[in-house]
């Protein structure tokens, strides 16, 4: 197996987490997607260009090398529905809008996809616990943002169009109240963008396990609407002159959240 993470070890209690962002195919996978799914249309695009400020500003970063489409990072291990209703699982059998992702009888076998589970889900799940471990250790308390995009329409997951910045805490239990409404105090001030609390998105398998306030581990997942920092259909290129104001959005919340660490733990 080629390189199934990239991982960078910063020097603040921050750990941001870039599950979606990966464009490699494994040879099974890409032999048998359908040509509407070759382009990788449910890619988290540009994650790590767009939050390319993060290194400087000290967080740690991992982010995944291999496509959702192979495995889903932020799906657990024994594939429980992370939402009622339409959603795509550890090993999507559909894209987003519904429709099959592999060619019939082309979908890699059980077989093969154990193998994804131990040398890709495996290795990015234990990166995640160390990390978070290192930084409770060495600060005290540990901060995670597990950063998403996904286009803003998509009928066959949610009515209408998504707000901007979509927060998810899984209803509270990720993260202490407070620091989630300091975030949402940010996207506020931001103008020009929509937000919301634990709307469709509440925070993934990520969000949901690592998230231990009463231990001192902090998690907030953004679903950010791909229209705030590029085009959402192909060749879904990258806007800078959409992705510079969000940016600035972007490393509000990270200050925000380190602010929030800051007080709340006393350094
Ligand atoms: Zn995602």
Redesign the pocket.
């Known amino acids: 197996m080629d390189k199934v993470l990239s991982f960078h070890q910063g020097r603040l209690p921050l750990l941001i987490s870039m599950?979606?962002a990966g464009l490699k195919l494994t040879p099974a996978v890409d032999n048998g997607l359908v040509e509407q799914a070759r382009s990788l249309p449910d890619t988290?695009w540009h994650i790590p260009r767009l939050y390319d400020f993060a290194r400087e500003l000290g967080a740690s970063v991992v982010a995944a090398e291999y496509s959702?489409f192979v495995i889903d990072l932020?799906r657990p291990d024994d594939d429980k529905p992370l939402y009622v209703g339409a959603t795509t699982g550890l090993y999507p059998a559909t894209l987003f809008d519904g429709e099959p992702l592999f060619k019939e009888g082309q979908a890699p076998t059980a077989e093969v996809r154990k193998t994804y589970l131990e040398s890709i889900w495996r290795p990015y799940h234990n990166t995640l616990q160390s990390e978070l471990a290192r930084l409770r250790e060495a600060h005290g308390y540990a901060l995670l943002w597990d950063a998403?995009?996904?286009r803003s329409l998509i009928p066959h997951l949610f009515d209408g169009k998504l707000p901007d910045f979509n927060l998810g805490t899984f209803n509270g239990a990720s993260c202490d109240p407070q620091l989630a409404e300091r975030l949402q105090g940010v996207c506020a001030e931001a103008g020009n963008y929509s937000h919301v609390l634990n709307g469709r998105f509440k925070g993934g398998h990520i969000t949901r396990h690592y998230g231990d306030p009463a231990n001192h581990i902090h998690a907030v997942q953004l679903?950010l609407a791909q229209s705030t920092y590029m085009e959402e259909v192909e060749p879904f290129a990258y806007r800078e002159d959409l992705a510079q104001p969000t940016q600035r959005v972007l490393s509000q919340l990270l200050e925000a959240m380190l602010a929030w660490g800051r007080q709340r733990y006393g350094h």
């Open positions: 599950p979606h988290d959702r932020n998403h995009s996904i679903e």
